[in-house]
């Protein structure tokens, strides 16, 4: 085998072809994802390389993957579903993450707002997260070993803020941490009652929206070596 093909099989390219990643973009766009700029964003941002290599091949079918420590990658839907609420008023300039995890929601946020400012408890998670954003070139992100239930308060207000692990309540310092206009996508409850919410920081008060059933791992507490 060539050093080429070699490194295609590595990167998991072979079994990744275009046509796959194509499948996956219709069948999101059959499922009600409406905004263009976001199934852009899914076509090109390659998520086999935020999985291992020996799951890289299931990488473009519409699923949750395991990536270690307990945890998943986001199903493609929900990451493009999530993005879609969080831009569905306009564009974003500052937007908190909280689940870094694999790093592919982050990478593709990134790539549809300004800045991103991305918290994870596990820290060799992280650590690979940014390793892989620095190899797509995606500069635009900040990120912070800690507890998601505290948000960052430093860097606050946001105009957006998306949580990828599901709270038992709405985290009070992530509402304080919302700009005026500012938007929350958020997965609560517990178990398998759990509903993707988006909450608004409206001038008075927030409006909230529960926009259906969804499965995510829970938000824990503290950070984790
Ligand atoms: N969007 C990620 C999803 C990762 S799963 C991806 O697509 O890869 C949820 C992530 O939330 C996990 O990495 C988990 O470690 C993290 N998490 C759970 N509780 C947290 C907390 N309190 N603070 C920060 N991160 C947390």
């Known amino acids: 085998m060539s050093r080429e093909q070699d490194d295609m099989l590595r990167r998991g390219i072979g079994m990744t072809s275009q046509r796959t990643r194509e499948r996956l973009i219709q069948r999101l766009y059959e499922e009600g994802v409406s905004n263009a700029k976001v199934l852009e964003v899914i076509r090109r941002t390659p998520r086999h390389l935020f ?24 199903q493609p839907y929900m990451v493009a579903r999530m993005s879609e609420l969080l831009l569905e008023a306009g564009p974003l300039d500052k937007v908190m993450e909280i689940g870094t995890g694999s790093g592919y929601q982050t990478a593709v946020l990134s790539q549809l707002v300004e800045r991103v400012f991305s918290v994870e408890r596990i820290k060799v998670l992280q650590d690979r997260a940014k390793e892989r954003l620095v190899e797509l070139n995606l500069r635009n992100v900040v990120f912070r070993w800690g507890d998601g239930w505290e948000g960052w308060p430093a860097l606050a207000p946001y105009n957006g803020i998306i949580v990828t692990a599901v709270a038992t309540d709405v985290p009070q310092a992530l509402l304080d941490q919302l700009a005026p206009g500012g938007r929350l996508v958020i997965p609560v409850g517990s178990g398998e009652v759990q509903q993707l919410m988006l909450i608004i920081r409206e001038e008075q008060g927030f409006s909230r929206r529960v926009l259906g059933a969804v499965r995510f791992v829970p938000l824990l507490n503290g950070p984790l070596a």
Do not use: K
């Open 51 to 74: 999985v291992d290599e020996a799951l890289a091949h299931r990488a473009y079918e519409d699923t949750a993957l395991p990536i270690g420590h307990n945890q998943t990658i986001s």
